[in-house]
């Protein structure tokens, strides 16, 4: 049911995939798919989270061994591009959902709270990197950034929206955006 949902909402968007659409996909029954999760909103969050972890444990995202070696890598340039590197994975499973999410929150308070729920736990994780990352440059970051405006930088080259223009609509392919991601990053914020 989650793989049949995740190819209809990023193939149809929101608004054109139903629940029935989702069921008939998936070979079960409109009721199964209710009863295992109670709304299509429900659905789509539920999607969207393994999406974005690439697995059903529930491990929160700093507690990742990918994000574990991003906080351990002791270069700050291979830090970034590990952090652009992990990025690239998480957006070529997660954009479309991501997309689908973004585009719906505008008329939709409760998806709305899901998207913006989704902002702040990547603020979080870009914060918890930038914190690692103005350690291990004696706190001497390009421009005076602090790890908070480091975090918004990487929220920003590392987001979704950013990955959606450049390899969505751009033609980029995610081996380009990752390596323009890295670069840009070192050059936004190392000294």
């Given at each position: 049911?989650?793989?049949?949902?995740?190819?209809?909402?990023?193939?149809?968007?929101?608004?054109?995939?139903?629940?029935?659409?989702?069921?008939?996909?998936?070979?079960?029954?409109?009721?199964?798919?209710?009863?295992?999760?109670?709304?299509?909103?429900?659905?789509?969050?539920?999607?969207?989270?393994?999406?974005?972890?690439?697995?059903?444990?529930?491990?929160?995202?700093?507690?990742?061994?990918?994000?574990?070696?991003?906080?351990?890598e002791p270069d700050p340039a291979a830090q970034l591009a590990l952090?652009?590197?992990?990025?690239?994975?998480?957006?070529?499973?997660?954009?479309?959902?991501?997309?689908?999410?973004?585009?719906?929150?505008?008329?939709?308070?409760?998806?709305?709270?899901?998207?913006?729920?989704?902002?702040?736990?990547?603020?979080?994780?870009q914060l918890r990197f930038a914190e690692a990352l103005t350690v291990?440059?004696g706190g001497a970051l390009r421009d005076g950034h602090d790890a908070?405006?480091?975090?918004?930088?990487?929220?920003?080259?590392?987001?979704?929206?950013?990955?959606?223009?450049?390899?969505?609509?751009?033609?980029?392919?995610?081996?380009?955006?990752?390596?323009?991601?890295?670069?840009?990053?070192?050059?936004?914020?190392?000294?």
């Amino acid at each position: 049911m989650l793989e049949a949902a995740l190819r209809l909402f990023s193939e149809r968007g929101w608004s054109r995939t139903t629940v029935e659409d989702i069921a008939r996909a998936a070979e079960v029954g409109v009721q199964t798919v209710y009863f295992t999760f109670g709304t299509k909103r429900a659905l789509l969050k539920e999607v969207l989270d393994i999406a974005i972890a690439g697995d059903a444990d529930p491990v929160a995202t700093l507690d990742r061994s990918w994000a574990n070696e991003v906080l351990g890598e002791p270069d700050p340039a291979a830090q970034l591009a590990l952090q652009a590197a992990g990025a690239r994975r998480i957006l070529e499973r997660a954009a479309p959902v991501l997309e689908v999410v973004r585009a719906v929150a505008a008329c939709d308070p409760e998806l709305a709270g899901l998207w913006r729920t989704n902002a702040e736990q990547r603020h979080t994780v870009q914060l918890r990197f930038a914190e690692a990352l103005t350690v291990k440059t004696g706190g001497a970051l390009r421009d005076g950034h602090d790890a908070g405006s480091a975090a918004d930088v990487a929220m920003t080259v590392l987001g979704p929206e950013t990955y959606e223009l450049l390899v969505g609509r751009r033609g980029w392919s995610p081996d380009r955006w990752e390596r323009w991601a890295a670069d840009a990053l070192v050059r936004q914020l190392l000294p």
